[in-house]
Structures are given as C-alpha cells and as structure tokens.
C-alpha cells in the first residue's frame, strides 16, 4: 500500500463472503452436523432400550444430539420447533427397558426432523443464522458450525452445495457477474449483460440487498437436471486431485481409483454417486485413464 492510501474497512458483508469461500466442508473431520445427529438416534433406536451393552452408545447418542441442537442457531429453532423440545423431552431420561413408547416417539420425530431437513425448508433459517452470527461476532467455532449446516443442508436438498456457495460468496462479494447469474437463475432479468462489459465490476448493490438476494437463491428450488457424464483420458493430466472449469470437474483418474474403494476424509473430494455411505465403491466399476 502506498503512501497516504488507506484501507477500506472491512464490512459484514465482506466476513461472510469470506466465510463461504473458505476450504470444502469435511463434517467426517468435524463434529456431527444436526442431520448426521438425527441420523445417530435413528440408527440406535432400533439397537433396543438403554440396557447393557446399550447403556455407553445411548448416552453418546444423546449427548450428540443435545450438543448439535445446542449449536443451532435460533432462526433454525423456531423452524424446528415444537418438534425439537417434544425430541429433547422424550430424551431427557435415560430410554430404559421399559421405556419402548418414548423410544419409538423419539424415532419418529427423528424422522420428521430428517424429512424437514431435506426438504430445503431450513435453508433460509440457516443462511439468517449464517449472517445473525457474522454481524454479531458470535465466534469462529459459531460461524464455523452455521456455514457447515449451511452446506449440509444444500447437499441434503439436492443442491451443487459448493457451487452455490460460491456463487453466494460472489454475490456477497458484489461482483457484478455472480449478482447478474443470481438474477438470471431467479428470473429477475431476461436480458443478461455482456460478460466482457462487467467482468471485474461492482454490482452496486447494497449489504443488505445483496444478503436478500442470496437468502433467496438458496430458497429456491435446485435446478430440474443434474447429470453427471464420466470419460475417461488416458494421455492427459491436471495439476491437483480435482480442478473445475465452470460446470466441468476433471478428477486425478489415480487418485479416484485409491479412494474410491477406502473410507476417510479424501473420499468427500469426490461426488456422492462415487461414494455410497454404506459400502465400498467396486474397483472393477472405476473408469480407465489418468484423468475423469
């Protein structure tokens, strides 16, 4: 910075533009997000009462689950309410031997609670307690914990979670073109302005505006097609494990191959249908060729 130039100040904006163009999410690393919780409790409920060799798994079940509600934040709440308290209450002792009734009812709030969370209902609650916990300072583990339900709930919803976040970073950003995509994809234009005329522009639009825009873009619906199309090359090859161009993924055809059989962190670069959560993908099914 030169002599006698100042720094502009850093906005809200400016932090949750930032927060969401941070590293790609890995909940395996981290703690269990509120959907992964639910899933805990649906999975144990059907393991029997709290007895036994039960006893240790139901209290970290439940204490996951009490720690992952105690960390959403409070437009999520009110959503979730009053299924959560009557989830929470049918916990709030021990399901003992005789307690198959409470069990059940717990199982099937977990249910309900699963089906709202893929529903995308929770998305505009989720991004208002993205932005209440920039503008408020609430902490790094806080906003932390709010981008991650955030992008859980995306891919739960059916959603390019990374994409869009992305998109909503630029938005945040005021970057002219990601404001004119959001409007495009919303259909507040019909007519899009050349790219070369507003690459490396300000929208100028307002923080809070740009805010609305985005709240808005995550309400909606993900697009109707998805398609995922894998070639494989073999005389070709990228510099890192993954690399996209626009809507194109180019994965390292090695490295595909050496994860998509194991479990662990690595296996949360490649797409879900690469990787089912229950068992090992075939190697015999990966494509040939150093680049997909």
């Known amino acids: 910075m030169g002599e006698g130039e100042t720094r502009a100040a850093r906005t809200w904006a400016d932090e949750v533009a930032q927060t969401l163009r941070g590293s790609k999410i890995d909940a395996a690393q981290g703690e269990l997000t509120w959907p992964d919780a639910l899933e805990q409790l649906r999975a144990r409920a059907g393991d029997g009462p ?61 249910d309900e609670l699963l089906t709202q969370a893929d529903s995308g209902q929770l998305l505009p609650a989720a991004w208002r307690d993205l932005l209440g916990s920039v503008r408020n300072s609430a902490g790094t583990d806080a906003l932390d914990g709010r981008r991650e339900l955030l992008h859980v709930l995306l891919q739960r919803s059916q959603h390019q979670a990374d994409r869009l976040c992305r998109q909503l970073s ?65 005389r070709a090859a990228i510099s890192k494990m ?45 494509l040939r060729g150093r680049m997909w």
């Open 170 to 234: 630029g938005v945040m950003r005021d970057d002219a073109v990601s404001v004119q995509r959001a409007q495009m994809r919303l259909g507040d234009l019909d007519v899009a302005a050349p790219l070369r005329d507003i690459v490396g522009s300000a929208a100028g639009w307002s923080a809070q505006a740009r805010a609305d825009l985005c709240e808005r873009l995550v309400a909606a619906q993900p697009l109707a097609a998805h398609h995922v199309v894998w070639h494989a090359f073999r």
């Open 50 to 110: 709290y007895t036994g060799r039960q006893r240790q798994p139901w209290q970290a079940t439940i204490a996951d689950l009490r720690h992952a509600a105690s960390q959403l934040g409070p437009a999520v709440r009110q959503q979730l309410e009053p299924r959560l308290s009557d989830l929470l209450a049918a916990l709030a002792t021990p399901p003992n031997a005789s307690a198959a009734d409470r069990i059940a009812r717990a199982a099937r709030l977990a």
């Open 242 to 286: 993954v690399e996209e161009y626009g809507p194109v993924t180019l994965y390292d055809g090695e490295c595909c191959v050496g994860t998509c059989s194991m479990t662990g962190h690595s296996r949360a670069l490649y797409l879900p249908r690469q990787r089912p959560t229950t068992a090992s993908f075939p190697r015999k099914c990966c």
